[in-house]
């Protein structure tokens, strides 16, 4: 059976959860979990994901096997780009003589330019902080900022990724915000600035 080759649903599968970068070994864990009967796709192997990965030209983005260093290689190379989206970047274990933050808060704030733009224009309206919990083995927290476009639709001006959800953490450093404007409001409760 290791000769057959997988299925072409799988293969879509595979390469359409590998584009945004799924590392391999969680996609054949979730593969090996959804076993209903015994075939090829069933027996799929981390060597079939890597063949699939080379086949469809799919970038690797891991740039270390240590998520910590992986981050941290990935923001050095952002910072050598004109258009380099990190805003703000604070590894854990490590401290800022600037920084409010503790030795094991962790904030990285991004921001691209259209979002900068947005932001500019439409903050003086409305701000609101949405933020999404423990969608990771590390428990933190995507937070994205928001302001209201033109027509009244939510678009997202910022986001950070934090250990915390606090204002002292979201602000980061003194006097000046970080990501989180102080007067902006939580998405919950939405109110003018």
């Known amino acids: 059976m290791c000769h057959l080759r997988l299925s072409d649903d799988l ?21 090996q979990n959804n076993i209903t009967n015994i075939d090829r796709d069933t027996l799929a192997t981390r060597q079939d994901i890597l063949n699939i990965r080379k086949q469809y030209n799919i970038p690797h983005i891991q740039k270390d096997a240590a998520d910590g260093m992986s981050t941290h290689l990935w923001v050095d190379q952002l910072a ?20 409010t933050l ?10 691209t330019q259209f979002q900068r733009e947005m932001m500019n224009r439409q903050a003086n309206k409305m701000v609101c902080i949405d933020s999404t919990h423990k969608t990771t083995q590390y428990d933190f927290l995507l937070v994205t900022l928001l302001v209201k476009d033109d027509y009244q639709e939510n678009v997202p001006v910022a986001w950070a990724i934090a250990n915390k959800e606090d204002e002292k953490t979201l602000t980061g450093r003194p006097g000046r915000g970080v990501c989180i404007p102080k007067n902006g409001s939580n998405g919950d409760r939405p109110r003018d600035l």
């Open 80 to 99: 050598t780009e004109t258009d380099n989206p990190i805003i703000y970047y604070k590894p854990q274990g490590q401290t800022k003589d600037t920084d």
């Open 11 to 31: 293969r879509s599968l595979i390469a359409a959860k590998l584009q945004p970068g799924i590392e391999p070994h969680k996609l054949l864990t979730e593969i």
């Open 102 to 111: 503790q030795e094991n808060d962790f904030l990285l704030c991004i921001q």
